[in-house]
C-alpha cells in the first residue's frame, strides 16, 4: 500500500465531503500520521471510512468524524482542552498540536498504557493521560472538552467545568438516533447548544442513564 497516496485518498474522499474544509485540521491529518496510532493488526485499515478496534472493546472513531469534531473544537494555541476518553492517543495527538495541554482520561488501564506509548513514541510533551472515569466530568477548569463517547445526555458537570466561550464536544443520544453536540458557554448561566452532524457512536463506558439537567 502507498500510504501517502492512501492518506490522500482519505482526506479527498473521506473527509472534505463531510465539509472538513478548515486548512489548519486538513494540514494536521497529514502531520500526525493516524496509521502511527492505529493498533498494528489493523494497520491497514487506518484510512479506511470505518472504526478500528481497540483493546477494551472500545474503538477509534472513523477519520472523517474525528475530523469533524477537530474542526469544530476549534483549539486555539493558548487553550487547555480535555478529552474523555484517551483511546489509542491519535485524537489527543491531534488537539495537542493545536492547544496549549491536552488532560486526557482513560478509564481502562491497557487503553492509558496504549496512549501513552504512542503519544510518548510520537514525541508529543503536552499531553497528560490520566486513569479514571470521566463519564461525570474530571477537575479543573477547562477552554474545550472532548467527549469520544456517546452520552445519552450531558451530564451538568461537565457544564460547569467549562469556561466562558469555551466549547463542549458531545455525542448525545441514544441509538438510532446520535448527534454531535457543539455546547459554548457564552456567559456564567447561558449555553448554546448546536446539533452539527447525525451519526452512530458506542457509549461511553459508565455513562449515565437519566439527566436531571435541561438547559
Known amino acids: 500500500m502507498n500510504i501517502e497516496q492512501a492518506r490522500f485518498n482519505m482526506i479527498e474522499q473521506q473527509i472534505r465531503p463531510w465539509n472538513v474544509l478548515a486548512q489548519d485540521v486538513l494540514d494536521l491529518l497529514t502531520v500526525v500520521k493516524r496509521e502511527e496510532f492505529t493498533p498494528a493488526a489493523y494497520r491497514s485499515l487506518a484510512f479506511f471510512d470505518t472504526e478500528i478496534p481497540l483493546p477494551g472493546g472500545e474503538n477509534m472513531l472513523a477519520p472523517k468524524v474525528e475530523a469533524r469534531i477537530l474542526q469544530e473544537a476549534n483549539v486555539k494555541k493558548h487553550e487547555h482542552v480535555l478529552e474523555i476518553g484517551a483511546g489509542s492517543g491519535y485524537m489527543a495527538a491531534l488537539l495537542a498540536y493545536k492547544a496549549r495541554h491536552v488532560t486526557s482520561v482513560e478509564i481502562d488501564p491497557e487503553l492509558k498504557a496504549l496512549a501513552e506509548k504512542n503519544l510518548s513514541a510520537y514525541g508529543v510533551t503536552n499531553v497528560s493521560v490520566e486513569l479514571g472515569n470521566g463519564a461525570q466530568g474530571w477537575q479543573g477548569e477547562y477552554d474545550v472538552i472532548v467527549i469520544s463517547g456517546a452520552l445519552p445526555f450531558l451530564p451538568d458537570t461537565f457544564l460547569k467545568q467549562i469556561k466562558v466561550g469555551g466549547r463542549i464536544l458531545a455525542i448525545v443520544g441514544a441509538a438510532p438516533v446520535m448527534s454531535l453536540q457543539v455546547i459554548t458557554r ?30
Open 186 to 215: 457564552t456567559s456564567d448561566q447561558v449555553y448554546d447548544t448546536v446539533d452539527v452532524f447525525e451519526l452512530m457512536a458506542k457509549s461511553l463506558h459508565s455513562a449515565t442513564e437519566h439527566s436531571h439537567f435541561t438547559f
